[in-house]
C-alpha cells in the first residue's frame, strides 16, 4: 500500500501559480493510478486531473484542462500538479489520492480511491 503526503498549498492571488506535490511511499508507487481531488466549503469532493499507472497518460476536468498539469515521477514516488491561471474558485482543499485496482485510465470519483492523504489548501484571493 501506499500513504500519499501532500505539500504546496498556500495563499496566492487570482492569475498565480502553484505546484502541488504528492510523495507516495512504497515500493510499487508505478502501479497505482494516483488522482487530484479538490473539496471547497460546503461542496463534495470533485476530480481534477489524473494520470494512469506506469504510461502516464493524464486526464482533467474540464475546469482544470489547460490550466492545470499533473505529472509522475515514478523514481520519486511523486505526483504533481501545476496549477496556472488560479482563479478565486479554484479555493479549495487539494488531496492527493491513489487506485490500486484501476490499470487503464483513471477513476473520476473519490470512493474508487484506496488511499488519501491529508489535504493541502489551496486559497486564492481576488
Known amino acids: 500500500q501506499v500513504q500519499p503526503v501532500e505539500s504546496g498549498g498556500g495563499l496566492v492571488q487570482a492569475g498565480d501559480s502553484l505546484r502541488l506535490s504528492c510523495a507516495a511511499s512504497g515500493r510499487t508507487f508505478s502501479s497505482y493510478a494516483m488522482g487530484w481531488f479538490r473539496q471547497a466549503p460546503g461542496k463534495e469532493r470533485e476530480f481534477v486531473a489524473g494520470?494512469?499507472?506506469?504510461?502516464?497518460?493524464?486526464y482533467y476536468a474540464t475546469s482544470a484542462k489547460g490550466r492545470f498539469t499533473i505529472s509522475r515521477d515514478n523514481a520519486e514516488n511523486t505526483v504533481y500538479l501545476q496549477m496556472n491561471s488560479l482563479k478565486p474558485e479554484d479555493t479549495a482543499v487539494y488531496y492527493c489520492?491513489?487506485?490500486?485496482?484501476?490499470?487503464?485510465?483513471?477513476?473520476?470519483?473519490?470512493?474508487?480511491?484506496?488511499?488519501w492523504g491529508q489535504g493541502t489548501q489551496v486559497t486564492v484571493s481576488s
Open positions: 489520492a491513489a487506485d490500486e485496482h484501476t490499470i487503464v485510465g483513471v477513476r473520476f470519483t473519490p470512493h474508487e480511491y484506496d488511499y
Open positions: 494520470v494512469q499507472r506506469s504510461s502516464g497518460t493524464t
